[in-house]
């Protein structure tokens, strides 16, 4: 077996709370937070699970990432968090609504919202549903030869097809910006290997922890911040910021201005390179 290979199951148990260390950490009584690390699609979902999984005790509970429409709204969302144990870590792609946000604060449960520039989401949307065959926009993202035509569909979108336009998608999960969940941009929590700093990536995972009550120790910090980057998700492709200026030329700067320029100012991004 292949070292990457390896280190990826590896992964996956640690991150599940199955490894020797994770399942040592679960015997012990005392209260820890229940958590819901919330996010958009392709915003670096994986970096922000990897700083909460690294700590000796965080975990994922045995479930895949929920989505919205499978939970079976607030009554089954309510039966999740019922269920989740302290230390418990739920991945959620949650659209906001005000009944999510009500049931995870009626539950205890502390609230992460990753977002990141809505150019990266974008081009990392095109860029996966063309490799992913499990996606069921797979095969009209594959029948596009061009990275280019694949980010103007992503923006665009085609609802005879299903595709969801850019816009939409991002602002749907706008509400949780102004929720008591805390907002992580992945540019902060990403650090120098994807672009970022060493102090924004040290100063954001200590605001996750403190904001789960756990104190952000010297010794918690330098492993995760050691750690963080990694290529063991399945979903990882490069894991860098402004990989859009790239991938924009004028024609699609133009569209994207026009359908979706204003979910920069939403989310809290410069405009640069658009107007």
């Known amino acids: ?79 999740i968090l019922e269920n989740l144990s ?34 990266d989401i974008t081009v990392s949307q095109a860029h996966y549903v063309a490799r992913n065959r499990a996606h069921p926009h797979h095969e009209l993202f594959r029948s596009i030869s061009e990275t280019r035509e694949r980010i103007k569909l992503v923006i665009r979108g085609d609802r005879s097809a299903g595709v969801e336009p850019i816009a939409e998608r991002l602002t749907s999960f706008a509400g949780w910006l102004d929720t008591g969940c805390l907002v992580v941009r992945f540019e902060d929590l990403v650090g120098p290997r994807g672009n970022g700093t060493v102090e924004k990536q040290r100063e954001t995972v200590e605001a996750i922890y403190r904001h789960l009550g756990v104190e952000p120790t010297e010794p918690l910090i330098e492993l995760v911040t050691s750690h963080l980057f990694s290529d063991l998700s399945p979903t990882f492709r490069k894991g860098g910021t402004n990989q859009w200026r790239e991938a924009f030329d004028d024609e699609i700067k133009a569209l994207f201005k026009e359908a979706a320029g204003g979910t920069l100012i939403r989310f809290g991004y410069e405009a640069d390179g658009l107007w």
């Not at 392709?42 to 690294?54: N, V, Y």
């Not at 700590?55 to 990432?65: S, V």
């Not at 005000?98 to 520039?117: I, K, N, P």
Request: proline residues 8%.
């Open 86 to 119: 302290p230390w418990q870590v739920l991945i959620a792609h949650f659209r906001y609504s005000e009944a999510f946000s009500d049931c995870l604060e009626h539950h205890g449960v502390r609230g992460l919202f990753l977002q990141r520039d809505p150019r």
């Open 1 to 79: 077996m292949a070292l990457p290979t390896r280190a990826r199951a590896w992964w996956t148990l640690e991150r599940f709370g199955l490894t020797p260390r994770k399942l040592l950490g679960r015997l012990g009584r005392d209260p820890g937070p229940k958590v819901a690390c919330i996010s958009i699609p392709k915003a670096g979902t994986h970096l922000l699970e990897r700083a909460l999984c690294l700590h000796p005790r965080l975990h994922r509970p045995l479930a895949r990432t929920l989505i919205s429409r499978e939970v079976g709204g607030t009554r089954g969302l309510d039966t």
